[in-house]
Structure formats: C-alpha cells, structure tokens
C-alpha cells in the first residue's frame, strides 16, 4: 500500500476524489466500500491480483471519469452499464490483461465449459484480429483525411503516437528532468525528445489536481485540430503521472507580448492578426467540433503557444469543461480562471458557458493589439477593456495600438480589429458573437492587412458597446464608432 496517494476535499471518506493502488498486491475481490466514494473521479487497481468478477456498482460512480482494472485475475462477464459510459465518451475503462474477462455472455459461457478449445481459439482469435484490421483501416482513413489539413509530417505524427510511458521512460525522455519549461495547469512541464527525434513537453502532476489530469488527459485524448496541442502520450505508473504533448518552440504568446524571452523581435501586425485568427480557429473547435462541445475555462496568452514558424495552439485543458445540454451552459459551483481573464457575468452569476471563452479571447484580442497586460497596475489598477474602450472613445486608434509596431500597420484595419475585440467583452454575454463569427471577422481583417491599398470604408454605423457592464469594471457608456461583428467594415479612422 506505499504507493497509495488520494485527493480528497476532506477527511470524510465520501469526498474522495482520486484513489490509485496500482502495484499495490491487493488480492481478493474489489471491496464494495468503492460504492460509497460518491465524489471519486479517478480509479486505478491496475496491476494487481484482484479476482472475481468486475462489480456493476462501479458504473453508477456518478463523478467517475478513469477506471484502470488492467492486468488483474478478474473474470466474467463485463457490466454492459460500463461498456456503454466507456462507449459513450464519459469514462475511460481499462480492462486488458484479465484474460478470464468477457464482453458478451455467449463468450463467458464458452470460457466456462471450456470444451472444443481449437474452435473457442479461433472463434475468439479470428474475429478479434478482423476487428482489429477494420479498427486499423478505420484509424488509417481518418487519420490521412485528417492529415490534409495538417501543415507538415510532423503535426500528422502527433495525431497516430498517443501511447502509455513508463516514469523511466519519462526520465530518459527528459535527460532526468534537466530542462524546465515552465509550469502548467497543473505541475512543472519538461523539454524531452523522444527516440525518434521529436521534441515534447513533458506536463508532471502536481499531486494537489489529479483531478485536472484526467480532464486534461480526456480531453486531450479526443481534439484533434491544427491550432490546438496535440498530445503524444501519458504516464500513470505509480505515484508519477503525466502528460506527453507536441513541443511548441517558441514559447507562450504571453512572452512574445511582454518580451518575456530574451532576444524576442515583436510580433508585426500582420503576425498578430494571424496569430488572432488561428487561436480562434482552435476555439472555434472546442466549441462546435467537439461532441461533446468543450468550453476552455482558461483563455489566456500564457495559454497560446507557437511553434518554430509562429503558429498558433490553444494549450493546457486541465479546467476544461464538457456540456452534454443544449445550451451550452453550466452553473458551477467554483469559479475558476485567470484574474484579468475571467468573464464578469461568470464571476457574478456562476454561470459558465462558450460565451465565457469569448470574453477571454476578446481579451487576449486586446493584449495583441496594444501590448498591455490585461490589469495595469499603476496609481490606480484599470482593466484593458477599461483602457482602450477610454481611448477609443476620444477617437483615435494610435492612441490604443501597441507602440513597438512604430506604426507599421493599417490603421482602418486596427480600428475593425479593436472592434472585433471590444464585441467579444459585450455585457450581458449574449450580445457577443460566438467563436465561428469571430474567427470569419478576424479571417476578413487579415486579408484586408494583406492587401493594403485596396480598402475603401463604405459605411459608418455607430454602436453602443457596453450596454451593461456589471459590477467589476464599472465604467460609463460611450458611442464609438464601430462595425457590429455582422457588419464586414468598421469605423472610419478619426
């Protein structure tokens, strides 16, 4: 049992939330006190000598998300309850390495008689390996239709290597934990590369979220898009959990905008535009490709990465949260985020949804424009939305863009932007746009940046932004001129 660790909210043992005992010697059938952990999310038996049969209870774990029974002596029939949560996305099961186990009852009773074993070996073999070679196909196509919309050999490699390290392997991998990249969701990440060349970050777990891990892990495990992390890998062996993921070279947006990093050259607008546009496409993702749709929680530039050729990957899912409603809504009994970052009707009301994404985005829309953090801290501290809605106000845009860019931009075009970014912040939250119409807007900007000269403003519309603001920024209403994010032009420069 010494390599027992739990999460727990308190001393009650109903408040559990993550148990791992693998390699622990247990013997014995699993213990009906499991029953009782209402609030467990991650369960780990694996690789010990449990027997008997897989018990039904374990499906009705309303929290549980991660169930690893893997390379046990269990037997029997498997709960069709469990089969179907793990079919349907909601639990991870692990179950291989019990080879007295059994998926339907015609093979249990077939393993109980244990008569005709050449027949039982082929009927059990043959359709396994078919099934197997139609999995195989299956993966293959997906994967080459994905890989057309991958830039490079390397994106499409992060999609097919998604396998299970071992802590030594890690270590390995990692030259010994030698070079700290920075900190994650939830623990230190590592530079590794692996035996074939590739770099990666390896994510450690701090082992105050496990929580966190496997949402991340989950998550991580089913997006697969050019403009989010990929991930490679994990590691649950022991106590050392972890995380594999593509290695982003240049560092965070974050370090970019406030030349965190030295010997960074600031980004030109036409970069930032880019930059703009991918991570929303990324966001974009979460929101409609996703089934279920997945809300960020924690947009940030810390949370943007970029490759060698300044490309843009939405990082770091660990507060991610999945919505099987309608309306893309939860109440949620924590608010969670990044000060600066967080939307206020979130913080007011609890109540989460894509549109709490938006205002995030909106934000780091802000920090790209002017190259400010999201809270000056002065005599006095003043939002970015605060900052740049005051000057836009007194009508003039130079007043706002970031001065490192020594004026190397398209003023009409950082004026719609500014738009684009102050529609995103909009109070109540159903006045902003979603993810698609932002990333179509920020689409048009870019390509009106690419073709300087060819731009004319055909129209003027003044629109009222802020109507409420809500308690955390409060400040007075303006009129400034400024394209509705339906409208494909915005103000004209004053």
């Given at each position: 049992?010494?390599?027992?660790?739990?999460?727990?909210?308190?001393?009650?043992?109903s408040?559990?939330?993550?148990?791992?005992i693998?390699?622990?010697?247990?013997?014995?059938?699993?213990?009906?006190?499991?029953?009782?952990?209402?609030?467990?999310?991650?369960?780990d038996?694996?690789?010990?000598?449990?027997?008997?049969?897989?018990?039904?209870?374990?499906?009705?774990?309303?929290?549980?998300k991660?169930?690893?029974?893997?390379?046990?002596?269990?037997?029997?029939?498997?709960?069709?309850?469990?089969?179907?949560?793990?079919?349907?996305g909601?639990?991870?099961?692990?179950?291989?390495?019990?080879?007295?186990?059994?998926?339907?009852?015609t093979?249990?009773?077939?393993?109980?008689?244990?008569?005709?074993?050449?027949?039982?070996v082929?009927?059990?073999?043959?359709p396994?390996?078919?099934?197997?070679?139609?999995?195989?196909?299956?993966?293959?196509?997906?994967?080459?239709?994905?890989?057309?919309?991958?830039?490079?050999?390397k994106?499409?490699?992060?999609?097919?290597?998604?396998?299970?390290?071992?802590?030594?392997e890690?270590?390995?991998?990692?030259?010994?934990?030698?070079?700290?990249?920075?900190?994650?969701?939830?623990?230190?990440?590592?530079?590794?590369?692996?035996?074939?060349?590739?770099?990666?970050?390896?994510?450690?777990?701090?082992?105050?979220?496990?929580?966190?891990?496997?949402?991340?892990a989950?998550?991580?495990?089913?997006?697969?898009?050019?403009?989010?992390?990929?991930?490679?890998?994990?590691?649950?062996?022991?106590?050392?959990?972890?995380l594999?993921?593509?290695?982003?070279?240049?560092?965070?947006?974050?370090?970019?905008?406030?030349?965190?990093?030295?010997?960074?050259?600031?980004?030109?607008w036409?970069?930032?535009?880019?930059?703009?546009?991918?991570?929303?496409?990324?966001?974009e993702?979460?929101?409609?490709?996703?089934?279920?749709?997945?809300?960020?929680?924690?947009?940030?530039?810390?949370?943007?990465?970029?490759?060698?050729?300044?490309?843009?990957?939405?990082?770091?899912?660990?507060?991610?949260?999945?919505?099987?409603?309608?309306?893309?809504?939860?109440?949620?009994?924590?608010?969670?985020?990044?000060?600066?970052?967080?939307?206020?009707?979130?913080?007011?009301?609890?109540?989460?949804?894509?549109?709490?994404?938006?205002?995030?985005?909106?934000?780091?829309?802000?920090?790209?424009?002017?190259?400010?953090?999201?809270?000056?801290?002065?005599?006095e501290?003043?939002?970015?939305?605060?900052?740049?809605?005051?000057?836009?106000?007194?009508?003039n845009?130079?007043?706002?863009?970031?001065?490192?860019?020594?004026?190397?931009?398209?003023?009409?075009?950082?004026w719609?932007?500014?738009?684009?970014?102050?529609?995103?912040?909009?109070?109540?939250?159903?006045?902003?746009?979603?993810?698609?119409?932002?990333?179509?807007?920020?689409?048009?900007?870019?390509?009106?940046q690419?073709?300087?000269?060819?731009?004319?403003?055909?129209?003027?519309?003044?629109?009222?932004?802020?109507?409420e603001?809500?308690?955390?920024?409060?400040?007075?209403?303006?009129?400034?001129?400024?394209?509705?994010?339906?409208?494909?032009?915005?103000p004209?420069?004053?």
């Amino acid at each position: 049992m010494s390599k027992q660790w739990w999460q727990s909210k308190d001393s009650g043992v109903s408040r559990i939330t993550a148990v791992n005992i693998s390699h622990g010697s247990l013997t014995g059938e699993i213990s009906t006190s499991f029953a009782n952990l209402n609030e467990i999310q991650y369960l780990d038996l694996s690789y010990n000598k449990l027997t008997g049969s897989i018990p039904a209870f374990l499906a009705y774990l309303p929290s549980l998300k991660y169930l690893d029974l893997a390379n046990n002596e269990l037997s029997g029939l498997v709960p069709s309850s469990l089969l179907t949560k793990s079919q349907s996305g909601s639990l991870t099961l692990r179950i291989e390495g019990n080879r007295n186990v059994c998926f339907n009852a015609t093979s249990c009773e077939a393993k109980r008689k244990k008569t005709a074993p050449t027949i039982i070996v082929i009927s059990c073999v043959v359709p396994v390996v078919l099934l197997l070679m139609l999995a195989v196909l299956c993966i293959l196509r997906k994967q080459r239709a994905r890989g057309r919309h991958m830039r490079g050999s390397k994106e499409y490699a992060f999609q097919i290597d998604n396998r299970r390290f071992t802590y030594v392997e890690l270590k390995k991998i990692t030259k010994n934990f030698g070079r700290v990249l920075g900190k994650g969701g939830f623990g230190i990440v590592y530079y590794g590369h692996l035996e074939n060349g590739i770099e990666v970050a390896v994510k450690m777990l701090s082992r105050t979220s496990p929580e966190e891990f496997v949402t991340e892990a989950q998550h991580l495990s089913r997006v697969h898009h050019r403009n989010l992390v990929s991930m490679i890998g994990y590691c649950i062996d022991g106590e050392h959990l972890a995380l594999v993921s593509e290695y982003m070279s240049q560092g965070t947006l974050k370090e970019h905008l406030r030349a965190e990093s030295r010997g960074v050259r600031p980004l030109s607008w036409e970069q930032r535009l880019r930059i703009a546009l991918e991570a929303s496409q990324g966001l974009e993702y979460l929101h409609t490709g996703c089934k279920p749709p997945l809300i960020h929680r924690d947009v940030k530039t810390a949370n943007i990465l970029l490759n060698e050729r300044l490309e843009a990957k939405i990082s770091d899912f660990g507060l991610s949260k999945a919505f099987e409603d309608d309306d893309h809504s939860h109440v949620s009994t924590k608010v969670v985020g990044t000060p600066g970052y967080l939307d206020p009707e979130y913080y007011v009301k609890n109540q989460l949804s894509e549109k709490s994404d938006v205002y995030g985005f909106g934000v780091v829309l802000l920090e790209l424009i002017t190259g400010q953090p999201p809270i000056q801290t002065g005599s006095e501290k003043i939002h970015i939305v605060e900052w740049v809605y005051e000057r836009l106000a007194k009508g003039n845009v130079e007043d706002v863009v970031d001065k490192s860019l020594q004026g190397e931009y398209d003023v009409n075009c950082a004026w719609k932007v500014a738009c684009v970014a102050l529609n995103c912040a909009m109070q109540p939250s159903t006045k902003r746009p979603t993810m698609t119409e932002v990333a179509l807007q920020l689409k048009e900007r870019l390509a009106l940046q690419s073709n300087l000269g060819k731009t004319q403003l055909e129209d003027k519309n003044t629109l009222k932004l802020f109507q409420e603001h809500g308690e955390m920024y409060p400040i007075r209403p303006f009129e400034i001129e400024c394209a509705s994010i339906s409208d494909k032009d915005g103000p004209s420069a004053r």
